[in-house]
T-cell receptor, first 112, second 117 residues
Framework: SQELEQSPQSLIVQEGKNLTINCTSSKTLYGLYWYKQKYGEGLIFLMMLQKGGEEKSHEKITAKLDEKKQQSSLHITASQPSHAGIYLCGAAIIQGAQKLVFGQGTRLTINP | NAGVTQTPKFQVLKTGQSMTLQCAQDMNHEYMSWYRQDPGMGLRLIHYSVGAGITDQGEVPNGYNVSRSTTEDFPLRLLSAAPSQTSVYFC????????????????FGSGTQLSVL
C-alpha cells in the first residue's frame, strides 16, 4: 500500500486555469517535499514544508501543510504550458527518518 | 559542480545478465540513495547509504546490491536481471544523514532507463 496518496493521479487543465494537487498520509509528516519531473528527466525540487500550517510560494505555485501535518496541497495559479509534468510529494514519516517515501505522482497536462 | 551524475542513461539487458548502474556526486553529500520509478507506483526506495561503508535496505531491495566505498560513489548492481526490473532508476543524494534539518532535500540524477528482455 502507498504510504503517501496523491490525488488526482492525472489532471488535464486549460491554460490559464487554477489547479490543486493533494498529498495525504495516515501518519504525521516530518518534512514534506514537492518535486516536479519533466517527462523523461530527473526530479526538480520545488518546496519543502515542515511546520503544521506552513505555506510557501514560488512564482505561481503555492504549497501548504495542514495543521495536523497529515496532508499537503500544491496549488498552481493561472497555469502555463511550462507547468506540465509529473508532480511528486515525498515525506519523512518517521521523525529523524533516514529515508523519504514518495507518492505515486500526479501527471499534469496543460492544454493551450 | 556537476551534482548527481548517473550512467548510463539507457540500457537494454537480457534476462540473467548482470550490470552496474553508476552514480556519483561531487557535493560531498553523506547520504545517497537509489529509487526506481514505475508507472502508477511513484518512486520506491531500493537501497540507501548514510555514509561511506554504511548501507541499508529500502522498500524493494531484492535483486539489487549496493556498496559505498567512497563518499562520492554509490553503484547499484543487478546480479541477474529480470523483466520485473525494467524501470527508470534514480540516484539521489543529500547533505545530511537524515531529513530532520530544515531545507534539507534530495538532489536527483537524471535517471537511467533500463529494459530487461
Amino acid at each position: 500500500s502507498q504510504e503517501l496518496e496523491q490525488s488526482p493521479q492525472s489532471l488535464i487543465v486549460q491554460e490559464g486555469k487554477n489547479l490543486t494537487i493533494n498529498c495525504t498520509s495516515s501518519k504525521t509528516l516530518y518534512g514534506l517535499y514537492w518535486y516536479k519531473q519533466k517527462y523523461g528527466e530527473g526530479l526538480i525540487f520545488l518546496m519543502m514544508l515542515q511546520k503544521g500550517g506552513e505555506e510557501k510560494s514560488h512564482e505561481k505555485i503555492t504549497a501548504k501543510l495542514d495543521e495536523k501535518k497529515q496532508q499537503s496541497s500544491l496549488h498552481i495559479t493561472a497555469s502555463q504550458p511550462s507547468h506540465a509534468g509529473i508532480y511528486l510529494c515525498g515525506a519523512a514519516i518517521i521523525q529523524g527518518a533516514q529515508k523519504l517515501v514518495f507518492g505515486q505522482g500526479t501527471r499534469l497536462t496543460i492544454n493551450p | 559542480n556537476a551534482g548527481v551524475t548517473q550512467t548510463p542513461k539507457f540500457q537494454v539487458l537480457k534476462t540473467g545478465q548482470s550490470m552496474t548502474l553508476q552514480c556519483a556526486q561531487d557535493m560531498n553529500h553523506e547520504y545517497m540513495s537509489w529509487y526506481r520509478q514505475d508507472p502508477g507506483m511513484g518512486l520506491r526506495l531500493i537501497h540507501y547509504s548514510v555514509g561511506a561503508g554504511i548501507t541499508d535496505q529500502g522498500e524493494v531491495p531484492n535483486g539489487y546490491n549496493v556498496s559505498r566505498s567512497t563518499t562520492e560513489d554509490f553503484p547499484l548492481r543487478l546480479l541477474s536481471a529480470a523483466p520485473s526490473q525494467t524501470s527508470v532508476y534514480f540516484c539521489a543524494s543529500s547533505r545530511d544523514r537524515g531529513f530532520r534539518v530544515t531545507n534539507e532535500k534530495l538532489f536527483f540524477g537524471s535517471g537511467t532507463q533500463l529494459s530487461v528482455l
